[in-house]
């Protein structure tokens, strides 16, 4: 087993993006949303500004026309007699017109809004009083800081303006700490270790764009820590472990660097200027020079020149795994020394005090004085997760204890990585079936249900499985959600305390429990962590959903 060293790449395609005009800024009144047309919208032409208001076009079922004008009136609106089109509600100086296109079931509606005097909805100068120009940094901007009084968050969430136009910041009650500023919010990926759930640990970390697109700003809670077009040159964001940030410089196109580092207070590390860059965790990361030696670099800035090694990995203990130019494998101290002796012809890092290791083509166990705990006499073995591992002989897989005793004979065919927190290993039978194993059991799953190999996702203390449809499978091998579904994925990012089914009705959100919540399906579901999501509801519009209290988070004034 030869590993080669690689860089994982993440692709940020943009989670959040405002279709928006930066020049005015136009609010939609919230009594004025099309709460009957959600469910059955399907398409969003975008909102126009017109003189004197603005306009919204979208295609809906014409029976929900109905139930829009009597929202209408509810609102207090006047709505005019009759099948006109266009149908027209007034209040006051503000005046509707609903206009229909189209015919049977499906049509165009055309939603316009003018007033006579338009400064009582957006400011004498035509803008929303609470907005400070397009583009403004929020941290230098009155209006655009954070909201006074608020007390800092540990989590924001990116909530939309009822028009689209832009997105502003809020915490799990509502309150909005940044006003509608920007015009994309992206999480920015956490690195982890296995058993880690990053998405839902610390504080956030967002990647934000301001409307304009000339300032970007990384918070970290309801913290602004980095402004670039200001403060700093520009960046793409590309993974953090919550002390430092690897970073690429932002003229890039191909995600391939060059790639630099800044601290989780903002201060630039390393310029954006290596081929190569590869966190390590713990605050460390590592970059390879044009000449083939590394700078690794931590987060209190101090620098370490390394040989021309290839650097795979640091463990929790500190120490790094290299590759020497001889394709020797070593164990080093951060400062380059050595931290034992040997070499071995192949190695995996250390983890609770022991390591892997290959000497010739058997595989055995050192431990931190590099002396063997198990000398080396299996054709593959894994780490040890939870007091097991798989060995490898005469071709097939079995388990082993980490006082390397045989738990089984050497029966399996395959197996995937662990997972649950690192407490599992699922194997293949010969005959095709599989076994969940921990360390204190070993669950054999019925013929016919089957779990991927490649990518088993799962989600809380389920695993997703297959049996003609897709399920959610607990550590007993037992059906918690039904395989019924089309697909079932785990949300994005690495979180695993929401997976989302798809039938042919659209998504389910499921909790970490197999739980469906909302009762209701979506067409397009983001997850920021496992406790808000993010949807569409149809129009698009988009909403945030507290999976704790199974609600929406509304937006408190």
Same mark, same amino acid.
């Given at each position: 087993?030869?590993?080669?060293?690689?860089?994982?790449?993440?692709?940020?395609?943009?989670?959040?993006?405002?279709?928006?005009?930066?020049?005015?800024?136009?609010?939609?009144?919230?009594?004025?949303?099309?709460?009957?047309?959600?469910?059955?919208?399907?398409?969003?032409?975008?909102?126009?500004?017109?003189?004197?208001?603005?306009?919204?076009?979208?295609?809906?079922?014409?029976?929900?026309?109905?139930?829009?004008?009597?929202?209408?009136?509810?609102?207090?609106?006047?709505?005019?007699?009759?099948?006109?089109?266009?149908?027209?509600?007034?209040?006051?100086?503000?005046?509707?017109?609903?206009?229909?296109?189209?015919?049977?079931?499906?049509?165009?509606?055309?939603?316009?809004?003018?007033?006579?005097?338009?400064?009582?909805?957006?400011?004498?100068?035509?803008?929303?009083?609470?907005?400070?120009?397009?583009?403004?940094? &929020?941290?230098?901007?009155?209006?655009?800081?954070?909201?006074?009084?608020?007390?800092?968050?540990?989590?924001?969430?990116?909530?939309?303006?009822?028009?689209?136009?832009?997105?502003?910041?809020?915490?799990?009650?509502?309150?909005?700490?940044?006003?509608?500023?920007?015009?994309?919010?992206?999480?920015?990926?956490?690195?982890?270790?296995?058993?880690?759930?990053?998405?839902?640990?610390?504080?956030?970390?967002?990647?934000?764009?301001?409307?304009?697109?000339?300032?970007?700003?990384?918070?970290?809670?309801?913290?602004?820590?980095?402004?670039?077009?200001?403060?700093?040159?520009?960046?793409? &964001?590309?993974?953090?472990?919550?002390?430092?940030?690897?970073?690429?410089?932002?003229?890039?196109?191909?995600?391939?660097?060059?790639?630099?580092?800044?601290?989780?207070?903002?201060?630039?590390?390393?310029?954006?200027?290596?081929?190569?860059?590869?966190?390590?965790?713990?605050?460390?990361?590592?970059?390879?020079?044009?000449?083939?030696?590394?700078?690794?670099?931590?987060?209190?800035?101090?620098?370490?020149?390394?040989?021309?090694?290839?650097?795979?990995?640091?463990?929790?203990?500190?120490?790094?795994?290299?590759?020497?130019?001889?394709?020797?494998?070593?164990?080093?101290?951060?400062?380059?020394?050595?931290?034992?002796?040997?070499?071995?012809?192949?190695?995996?890092?250390?983890?609770?005090?022991?390591?892997?290791?290959?000497?010739?083509?058997?595989?055995?166990?050192?431990?931190?004085?590099?002396?063997?705990?198990?000398?080396?006499?299996?054709?593959?073995?894994?780490?040890?997760?939870?007091?097991?591992?798989?060995?490898?002989?005469?071709?097939?897989?079995?388990?082993?204890?980490?006082?390397?005793?045989?738990?089984?004979?050497?029966?399996?065919?395959?197996?995937?990585?662990?997972?649950?927190?690192?407490?599992?290993?699922?194997?293949?039978?010969?005959?095709?079936?599989?076994?969940?194993?921990?360390?204190?059991?070993?669950?054999?799953?019925?013929?016919?249900?089957?779990?991927?190999?490649?990518?088993?996702?799962?989600?809380?203390?389920?695993?997703?499985?297959?049996?003609?449809?897709?399920?959610?499978?607990?550590?007993?091998?037992?059906?918690?959600?039904?395989?019924?579904?089309?697909?079932?994925?785990?949300?994005?990012?690495?979180?695993?305390?929401?997976?989302?089914?798809?039938?042919?009705?659209?998504?389910?959100?499921?909790?970490?429990?197999?739980?469906?919540?909302?009762?209701?399906?979506?067409?397009?579901?983001?997850?920021?962590?496992?406790?808000?999501?993010?949807?569409?509801?149809?129009?698009?519009?988009?909403?945030?959903?507290?999976?704790?209290?199974?609600?929406?988070?509304?937006?408190?004034?």
């Amino acid at each position: 087993m030869k590993r080669a060293l690689a860089l994982l790449l993440i692709a940020c395609a943009c989670l959040c993006t405002a279709c928006h005009d930066t020049s005015t800024y136009i609010p939609w009144p919230t009594e004025l949303l099309p709460e009957g047309l959600p469910a059955y919208a399907s398409k969003v032409g975008g909102v126009s500004e017109i003189e004197g208001g603005y306009a919204l076009s979208l295609t809906t079922m014409s029976n929900l026309l109905e139930d829009y004008k009597e929202q209408l009136e509810e609102a207090g609106y006047a709505v005019e007699p009759g099948y006109g089109n266009p149908t027209v509600a007034r209040k006051g100086d503000v005046e509707v017109q609903i206009e229909t296109y189209g015919m049977n079931f499906s049509m165009w509606v055309s939603i316009t809004v003018t007033t006579k005097s338009a400064s009582e909805l957006s400011g004498e100068d035509g803008k929303d009083p609470r907005t400070p120009d397009p583009g403004a940094s &929020p941290a230098s901007t009155q209006d655009g800081a954070q909201t006074p009084g608020l007390p800092s968050a540990e989590r924001l969430y990116p909530y939309p303006d009822p028009g689209g136009n832009a997105f502003g910041l809020v915490d799990r009650s509502g309150r909005l700490h940044y006003d509608f500023l920007f015009a994309s919010v992206e999480p920015i990926p956490r690195w982890e270790r296995w058993g880690d759930d990053p998405m839902s640990e610390g504080p956030s970390w967002l990647w934000v764009i301001s409307r304009d697109a000339s300032e970007q700003f990384i918070l970290r809670g309801s913290e602004i820590v980095y402004t670039s077009g200001s403060d700093g040159p520009g960046i793409v &964001p590309l993974i953090t472990d919550g002390e430092v940030i690897l970073v690429e410089a932002a003229e890039s196109d191909s995600f391939m660097g060059p790639y630099g580092l800044i601290s989780a207070e903002g201060k630039t590390l390393l310029e954006p200027a290596y081929a190569l860059g590869l966190l390590l965790g713990n605050g460390y990361a590592a970059f390879e020079k044009d000449d083939d030696t590394w700078t690794i670099c931590d987060a209190g800035g101090s620098i370490t020149e390394l040989a021309a090694f290839d650097i795979l990995d640091l463990s929790e203990e500190g120490v790094l795994l290299v590759i020497d130019g001889d394709g020797m494998y070593r164990y080093l101290n951060l400062d380059g020394t050595a931290y034992i002796d040997a070499i071995f012809d192949d190695a995996l890092p250390f983890q609770d005090g022991r390591a892997v290791v290959t000497v010739g083509e058997k595989y055995g166990v050192i431990d931190e004085s590099g002396l063997f705990l198990l000398e080396p006499k299996y054709e593959f073995l894994t780490s040890f997760w939870q007091g097991i591992a798989l060995y490898t002989r005469d071709g097939k897989r079995g388990v082993l204890s980490d006082a390397f005793v045989e738990v089984t004979k050497p029966i399996y065919e395959d197996y995937l990585s662990p997972v649950h927190d690192g407490k599992v290993l699922v194997a293949i039978r010969p005959d095709g079936t599989f076994d969940l194993i921990s360390s204190d059991s070993i669950v054999s799953l019925s013929k016919g249900v089957e779990i991927d190999l490649e990518y088993s996702p799962y989600v809380g203390e389920l695993f997703v499985a297959k049996e003609g449809g897709w399920g959610l499978i607990d550590m007993r091998g037992e059906w918690v959600v039904s395989p019924d579904y089309n697909v079932i994925t785990v949300s994005e990012f690495g979180n695993r305390g929401i997976a989302l089914a798809e039938d042919g009705m659209g998504i389910h959100i499921l909790n970490r429990d197999g739980r469906e919540m909302f009762n209701r399906v979506f067409q397009d579901v983001r997850a920021f962590d496992e406790h808000v999501v993010l949807i569409e509801n149809g129009i698009g519009r988009w909403l945030l959903l507290d999976m704790d209290a199974g609600e929406e988070i509304r937006l408190i004034q």
